[in-house]
């Protein structure tokens, strides 16, 4: 059992979107005889993207996973989106991985979202090694690639420098041990010595590399700057070690496609890229340690759930301690319940394979029929006092409103939409109690345009998606004293309600405030909370254009009452008139949201980024340039980037991100205003007509 989880590696493919992780994924399932050929997304063959609408847009929009052997060893794989509409829950994935294969494009090279894929794998605390994919390309460039690197902080260790580029791409060099491998039309590779031509630049490299490898360990650079050269084995080990503890990054080169360079991935992972049982010890929220060990307390992290048509809902778990296999229960940290577990699932694509096994640390695992667990639950041993905590996802970045096609069937929208967030928890439902609206957020359009594709499919709802209306806020700019008096006498008892306030404006950000300045109890004291509530639900229906006032105070200094017609309703409607009278005097105006937009983008993006900006009202705070990126941060009204995602994409040949973050309000210039006030009088005159 040990040596099976000894020759164990759990980790995930991560990338920007159309680096070709999914097909590097196929060049390794070719290698280790799962496939008999590399599969083309375009076709559907793949055996890791197979949702219609990853074969349709030619690119993963979910993690796939796959478990194969090679080499006497198991191998579970992660291939992560790298789009970044589906790239939200990147940080809860990796928690499931001992390891990173970074991938990176010989013809792109580092690109903006690059830098995000790689804080993410740091925040995650795993080594990683990189490989350079597309060296057949044309424009493939490794160098450019290579040298990226460096403004990542990344240390790169070369392991196989490439034989030619482009067309001429035909094999690879072990820098290490200095032999040319030569791909063969078989899939298999020659080894011969490295041409003539190559001989000084590998011996440099070589070079390089021991430095790098001498350097990240005190006892080996003391000793290389003593003899000048290191023993094969130090050499080796230290190259391990120091990958273990994350400080070097061993590179190479390969083109997926091709199937060039997929037996020597695998033999960089087998060499020198850790074990699950060498994992750093996991940490739960107050610091405690959980050893990942084979005889430990069985301890599981639930990192997704799928959907499967025949199934349900699947449960993907990361074994952290101890093993599982069909006999096992454990229970919910969260919930309490006690879950039996069942036959584990081991998947390859949508290939389910049931097993009777008993699965160590860094097992990657579907459950099935779970009762009530969901992702970022904990399952473990009742000898167990460990909770993994749950990475957070980052906030939403785009919202659209949701229109069913046909009268009546909002709950039925409501409940598609609800099931498809069991399964990718970036998408975020909610209805908005101003407007009434259904609102679907997620982190980009496309994103929410696949969910309710696959809601379509799936669920049969027909679903419009619009453009969700803005959070505006209203607020007045001047004090106002009235009356609201509400006497009313139809026999018998009548209505009387008799109040002075006075209406003044607060700093912005500070909200509504009510003062009791009553003396002499002209109104009696349990009439003045219904005066109150009289104005907080007329200021919640607005005055110019239906959205909440905010940002002024209420001070009740005067009114009267009778004996018998006085009520806390008709206080509560004599507070709701004093509000509406004081709009007439008090100068209300429109409130717009504004937010911090923080872009990254290549530099020479950047004056088509800022001229954008200024055309959408926005104000730049601040800029920053490392190695060709800038980060951008500007102030930007809520309305001007309601599309902002594909337009960003648009301008920059799909290589900006950005995020959005709510920041202000600010009053809305007059041409906004009239616009918002004009089309709210009209809806509601077609609404009383």
């Known amino acids: 059992m040990s040596n099976g989880i000894v020759s164990q590696r759990t980790y995930a493919l991560v990338g920007t979107g159309g680096c070709g992780k999914t097909s590097l994924a196929e060049m390794l399932l070719l290698q280790s005889g799962v496939v008999n050929r590399l599969g083309k997304i375009e076709e559907g063959t793949t055996a890791l993207d197979y949702e219609p609408e990853e074969i349709k847009r030619r690119g993963s929009i979910q993690p796939s996973f796959a478990t194969f052997n090679w080499n006497g060893a198991r191998h579970c794989l992660m291939d992560i989106p790298g789009d970044g509409n589906f790239i939200g829950d990147l940080d809860i994935l990796l928690t499931a991985a001992d390891f990173a294969v970074f991938t990176l494009d010989a013809v792109d090279g580092v690109r903006p979202l690059t830098k995000k894929h790689w804080q993410a794998i740091q925040?995650?605390?795993?080594?990683?090694?990189?490989?350079?994919?597309?060296?057949?390309?044309?424009?493939?460039?490794f160098d450019m690639a290579f040298d990226g690197l460096a403004s990542l902080g990344i240390r790169p260790v070369l392991l196989y420098a490439p034989i030619g580029a482009q067309a001429d791409f035909k094999g690879l060099v072990d820098v290490l041990a200095n032999k040319a491998l030569f791909f063969q039309a078989d899939g298999s590779v020659r080894e011969a010595e490295v041409p003539a031509d190559m001989q000084d630049a590998i011996t440099a490299m070589r070079d390089t590399t021991v430095e790098n490898i001498a350097e990240s360990d005190e006892v080996l650079i003391e000793k290389y700057l003593e003899e000048g050269s290191l023993a094969e084995a130090e050499i080796y080990d230290g190259l391990r070690q120091g990958v273990k503890r994350g400080e070097l990054v061993p590179v190479m080169a390969g083109a997926a496609l091709e199937n060039k360079g997929g037996a020597q991935l695998l033999h960089l992972i087998d060499q020198y890229m850790p074990s699950p049982l060498e994992h750093e010890p996991w940490l739960d929220a107050a610091g405690a340690e959980l050893k990942s060990e084979e005889h430990g307390p069985a301890v599981c992290f639930v990192f997704k759930t799928i959907v499967d048509p025949f199934s349900g809902l699947l449960s993907m778990v990361r074994v952290l301690s101890g093993s599982i296999n069909s006999e096992s229960s454990l229970k919910n940290s969260r919930s309490g319940d006690m879950e039996r577990l069942g036959n584990p699932i081991l998947l390859t694509g949508k290939t389910q394979t049931p097993t009777k096994d008993t699965l160590g640390p860094g097992s990657i695992v579907a459950?099935?029929?779970?009762?009530?667990?969901?992702?970022?639950?904990?399952?473990?041993?009742?000898?167990?006092?460990?909770?993994?905590?749950?990475?957070?996802?980052?906030?939403?970045?785009?919202?659209?409103?949701?229109?069913?096609?046909?009268?009546?069937?909002?709950?039925?929208?409501?409940?598609?939409?609800?099931k498809l967030i069991d399964e990718d928890i970036t998408l975020k439902l909610?209805?908005?109690?101003?407007?009434?609206?259904?609102?679907?957020?997620?982190?980009?359009?496309?994103?929410?345009?696949?969910?309710?594709?696959?809601?379509?499919r799936r669920y049969k709802v027909d679903v419009a998606l619009n453009t969700p209306k803005v959070p505006y806020r209203e607020t007045i700019k001047g004090?106002?004293?009235?009356?609201?008096?509400?006497?009313?006498?139809?026999?018998?008892?009548?209505?009387?309600?008799?109040?002075?306030?006075?209406?003044?404006?607060?700093?912005?950000?500070?909200?509504?405030?009510?003062?009791?300045?009553?003396?002499?109890?002209?109104?009696?004291?349990?009439?003045?909370?219904a005066v109150d509530k009289g104005i907080q639900e007329a200021c919640g229906r607005g005055f110019l254009a239906g959205y909440p006032l905010v940002d002024f105070k209420a001070r009740l200094y005067d009114g009267s009452y009778h004996n018998v017609d006085s009520s806390e309703m008709a206080f509560k409607i004599a507070g709701s008139?004093?509000?509406?009278?004081?709009?007439?005097?008090?100068r209300p105006v429109l409130l717009e949201p504004i937010v911090t937009l923080t872009i990254s983008i290549p530099d020479e993006y950047m004056g088509d980024i800022i001229g954008d900006l200024s055309s959408r009202r926005g104000k730049v705070l601040g800029s920053d340039s490392v190695s060709g990126i800038t980060e951008l941060k500007a102030h930007v009204p809520m309305n001007e980037i309601l599309r902002y995602a594909p337009d960003l994409?648009?301008?920059t040949a799909g290589q900006g991100v950005f995020t959005a973050e709510f920041s202000h309000y600010e009053e809305a210039p007059a041409p906004v205003s009239d616009k918002v006030i004009a089309e709210y009088r009209l809806v509601k005159k077609a609404d009383e007509e």
């Open 649 to 651: 994409r648009s301008m």
């Open 123 to 141: 925040k995650a605390g795993i080594p990683s090694c990189c490989f350079i994919n597309k060296l057949d390309r044309d424009r493939a460039d």
């Open 479 to 529: 004090k106002a004293q009235v009356q609201g008096r509400h006497k009313k006498q139809s026999g018998g008892r009548g209505q009387f309600g008799d109040c002075w306030v006075e209406f003044e404006p607060l700093p912005r950000g500070a909200g509504y405030e009510f003062e009791d300045a009553i003396v002499g109890g002209v109104i009696p004291r349990q009439y003045i909370p």
């Open 430 to 456: 909610s209805r908005t109690e101003e407007t009434g609206e259904i609102l679907l957020s997620g982190m980009g359009q496309l994103h929410i345009e696949l969910a309710v594709e696959r809601a379509r």
């Open 367 to 418: 459950l099935a029929k779970l009762k009530n667990t969901r992702t970022g639950d904990t399952l473990a041993s009742d000898k167990a006092n460990f909770v993994m905590p749950c990475p957070g996802t980052p906030p939403q970045l785009i919202s659209y409103a949701l229109a069913p096609r046909e009268k009546g069937e909002e709950d039925k929208v409501f409940s598609a939409i609800q």
């Open 577 to 586: 008139l004093a509000f509406k009278k004081a709009m007439d005097s008090a």
